[in-house]
């Protein structure tokens, strides 16, 4: 029997908006996490500001809003208070490439035990279309009338670079795919990452452009990091190339919670531990 994680919350996403995929995903990765013995009070959703925020309200889970690109440090402070949860963060790529990159960057290098899951419509959708930090270049909109003078970030290959141990891009149009590697991303131990291509239909949208471009690529050796990066590499956001989806690299490496203890000699792994120990 599917697990129930509807709300009685009414859904005010644009119609034809990519989120609604993302949430229908999201209730269908966790659903098979909890029937696979995951318990539903240890599952934790962190949001910033953004369009994408509002799926918290979508799903019946804990969760947790945060300021405008803060959810992920509010994220680490459960994990570290909790390592049994399982924490993820929905995110825009303006909440987390524009306001909250450095504390993204943090939780990559430390490799913390998160999954961040980048709704990624490459615009400032809730505020009616400036430019963030993974627009295309020369885009026309509220804050960039002439166009954008920035050439864009590519997510994943500022992840993988700074320590990302689980990195992966999905469509939100390909709703199977995108379950399968939320599942993934979730079940791994360590920061996970997963870039979601997600149109906006009110300022920018590219389901045309993905349509006709998005392929799916197939199982490979996932521990090759350059050639990850030359996968990751292969669409830049500006050249008429095809845009590969699935999952690029994975490494196991020991947790920031693992090498906190570690540090501490083992007596000191959680927060509730830092405010009893004597140091």
């Given at each position: 029997m599917a697990i129930n994680l509807n709300t009685t919350a009414k859904n005010t996403w644009?119609?034809?908006?990519?989120?609604?995929?993302?949430?229908?995903?999201?209730?269908?990765?966790?659903?098979?996490?909890?029937?696979?013995?995951?318990?539903?009070?240890?599952?934790?959703i962190f949001v910033g500001i953004g369009c994408h925020a509002k799926i918290v309200d979508f799903v019946g889970v804990n969760t947790f809003y945060g300021l405008h690109g803060r959810a992920v440090p509010a994220a680490i402070g459960a994990k570290l208070a909790n390592p049994n949860l399982k924490v993820i963060i929905c995110a825009g790529d303006g909440d987390s490439f524009d306001e909250g990159i450095a504390h993204l960057i943090y939780a990559a290098k430390r490799n913390v035990d998160i999954t961040v899951l980048l709704h990624d419509n490459r615009v400032f959708a809730l505020t009616t279309g400036?430019?963030?930090?993974?627009?295309p270049k020369d885009f026309k909109g509220k804050s960039s009338p002439c166009g954008s003078p920035e050439n864009p970030f590519n997510p994943m290959e500022v992840m993988i670079n700074t320590g990302?141990?689980?990195?992966?891009?999905?469509?939100?149009?390909?709703?199977?795919?995108?379950?399968?590697?939320?599942?993934?991303?979730?079940?791994?131990?360590?920061?996970?990452?997963?870039?979601?291509?997600?149109?906006?239909?009110?300022?920018?949208?590219?389901?045309?452009?993905?349509?006709?471009?998005?392929?799916?690529?197939?199982?490979?050796?996932?521990?090759?990091?350059?050639?990850?990066?030359?996968?990751?590499?292969?669409?830049?956001?500006?050249?008429?190339?095809?845009?590969?989806?699935?999952?690029?690299?994975?490494?196991?490496?020991?947790?920031?919670?693992?090498?906190?203890?570690?540090?501490?000699?083992?007596?000191?792994?959680?927060?509730?531990d830092i405010l009893e120990a004597k140091v």
């Amino acid at each position: 029997m599917a697990i129930n994680l509807n709300t009685t919350a009414k859904n005010t996403w644009c119609p034809g908006c990519g989120n609604f995929t993302i949430l229908e995903a999201l209730k269908r990765a966790l659903g098979n996490l909890i029937e696979k013995g995951t318990r539903r009070e240890d599952i934790v959703i962190f949001v910033g500001i953004g369009c994408h925020a509002k799926i918290v309200d979508f799903v019946g889970v804990n969760t947790f809003y945060g300021l405008h690109g803060r959810a992920v440090p509010a994220a680490i402070g459960a994990k570290l208070a909790n390592p049994n949860l399982k924490v993820i963060i929905c995110a825009g790529d303006g909440d987390s490439f524009d306001e909250g990159i450095a504390h993204l960057i943090y939780a990559a290098k430390r490799n913390v035990d998160i999954t961040v899951l980048l709704h990624d419509n490459r615009v400032f959708a809730l505020t009616t279309g400036q430019f963030t930090a993974t627009t295309p270049k020369d885009f026309k909109g509220k804050s960039s009338p002439c166009g954008s003078p920035e050439n864009p970030f590519n997510p994943m290959e500022v992840m993988i670079n700074t320590g990302a141990t689980f990195v992966a891009r999905g469509y939100c149009a390909k709703l199977d795919h995108l379950t399968d590697l939320m599942v993934k991303a979730i079940q791994h131990k360590g920061f996970s990452f997963v870039e979601i291509l997600q149109p906006c239909i009110a300022w920018l949208n590219t389901f045309p452009f993905y349509n006709e471009r998005v392929y799916e690529i197939p199982a490979a050796d996932l521990t090759d990091k350059e050639k990850a990066l030359t996968k990751i590499k292969e669409w830049d956001y500006i050249k008429d190339a095809k845009i590969s989806i699935g999952q690029f690299y994975q490494k196991d490496s020991p947790t920031f919670e693992e090498e906190n203890a570690r540090a501490c000699d083992g007596e000191i792994e959680t927060i509730a531990d830092i405010l009893e120990a004597k140091v």
